[in-house]
């Protein structure tokens, strides 16, 4: 049985500050640092919206970081 939820290392509760095709540019609520997401689904969310990404936890130390979202939800969606 295949699962639909997303299942990764760690959970980046974020704001989203820019969008652009295939990446999301964010701050981090934990640290409030801007980082560079990844991910083919970002033109499904806009400016300002609170959302829950999941990656592996590698990061680049590239200004802003970098990481690639296995999955990217709205807050509430989350757990």
Same mark, same amino acid.
């Given at each position: 049985? *295949?699962?639909?939820?997303?299942?990764?290392?760690? =959970?980046?509760? $974020?704001?989203?500050? /820019? &969008?652009?095709?295939?990446?999301?540019?964010?701050?981090?609520? *934990?640290?409030?640092?801007?980082?560079?997401?990844? =991910?083919?689904? $970002?033109?499904?969310? /806009? &400016?300002?919206?609170?959302?829950?990404?999941?990656?592996?936890?590698?990061?680049?130390?590239?200004?802003?970081?970098?990481?690639?979202?296995?999955?990217?939800?709205?807050?509430?969606?989350?757990?």
């Amino acid at each position: 049985m *295949e699962s639909t939820s997303c299942e990764a290392a760690v =959970t980046m509760r $974020a704001t989203v500050l /820019r &969008v652009c095709p295939c990446e999301l540019c964010v701050c981090d609520h *934990e640290n409030h640092q801007q980082v560079l997401v990844h =991910t083919d689904n $970002a033109c499904c969310f /806009r &400016v300002g919206q609170q959302v829950c990404i999941e990656f592996s936890g590698a990061m680049t130390r590239s200004d802003p970081p970098q990481i690639t979202a296995d999955c990217v939800r709205p807050l509430s969606c989350c757990c």
